[in-house]
T-cell receptor, first 110, second 116 residues
Framework: GDSVTQMEGPVTLSEEAFLTINCTYTATGYPSLFWYVQYPGEGLQLLLKATKADDKGSNKGFEATYRKETTSFHLEKGSVQVSDSAVYFCALKGFQKLVFGTGTRLLVSP | NAGVTQTPKFRVLKTGQSMTLLCAQDMNHEYMYWYRQDPGMGLRLIHYSVGEGTTAKGEVPDGYNVSRLKKQNFLLGLESAAPSQTSVYFC???????????????FGQGTRLTVV
């Protein structure tokens, strides 16, 4: 079945550091790919998405490119801020199901 | 815009009690989902529905039942609660997969359930 694997955390960075959170997937067909963010005590919010191969999703300085050849959708940001501290989830939407990875906690210190 | 609304937000149950969690969406979405979130486990799909009157099992369906009598509502029931069902439950909804745009899912704020 469809599945998502993302790097375990926590990821601890200093402010203005470069961020990469790895995500790979297994799916039949051509899924849509997403990154969601969860701030403490809140639900999940969509951060960015890509619906087909080679699409680049971007939002709030975060980017991710849909790589079909490597089945990956890695999240990157050039300069993180303390306010980016949260849990980040990679997800795919296949035929009907929306499947999530286990989440990666990001901690950014001043 | 209400989006996805879950009730209740918090609940404490005794082992063996039953309860129903309600999810309501006002976006006319076809698909609705129930997830549970546990530390280190991410979000695991319990049940989902692709339309009114239809439901299907997800990854961890045991101990839960669901119903979708109206398009805008998706109910999650626990018939006999167990401590292993202590978790945070999230409902989500989305348009169906054959739409090119607007395929993202929108989430409720969650229900924190403790079974003692």
């Amino acid at each position: 079945g469809d599945s998502v694997t993302q790097m375990e955390g926590p990821v601890t960075l200093s402010e203005e550091a470069f961020l990469t959170i790895n995500c790979t997937y297994t799916a039949t067909g051509y899924p849509s790919l997403f990154w969601y963010v969860q701030y403490p005590g809140e639900g999940l919010q969509l951060l960015l998405k890509a619906t087909k191969a080679d699409d680049k999703g971007s939002n709030k300085g975060f980017e991710a490119t849909y790589r079909k050849e490597t089945t990956s959708f890695h999240l990157e940001k050039g300069s993180v801020q303390v306010s980016d501290s949260a849990v980040y989830f990679c997800a795919l939407k296949g035929f009907q199901k929306l499947v999530f990875g286990t989440g990666t906690r990001l901690l950014v210190s001043p | 815009n209400a989006g996805v609304t879950q009730t209740p937000k918090f609940r404490v149950l005794k082992t063996g009690q039953s309860m129903t969690l309600l999810c309501a969406q006002d976006m006319n979405h076809e698909y609705m989902y129930w997830y549970r979130q546990d530390p280190g486990m991410g979000l695991r799909l319990i049940h989902y529905s692709v339309g009114e009157g239809t439901t299907a099992k997800g990854e961890v369906p045991d101990g839960y039942n669901v119903s979708r009598l109206k398009k805008q509502n998706f109910l999650l029931g626990l018939e006999s609660a167990a401590p292993s069902q202590t978790s945070v439950y999230f409902c989500a909804s989305s348009y169906r997969s054959d739409r090119v745009i607007d395929t993202e899912a929108f989430f409720g704020q969650g229900t924190r359930l403790t079974v003692v």
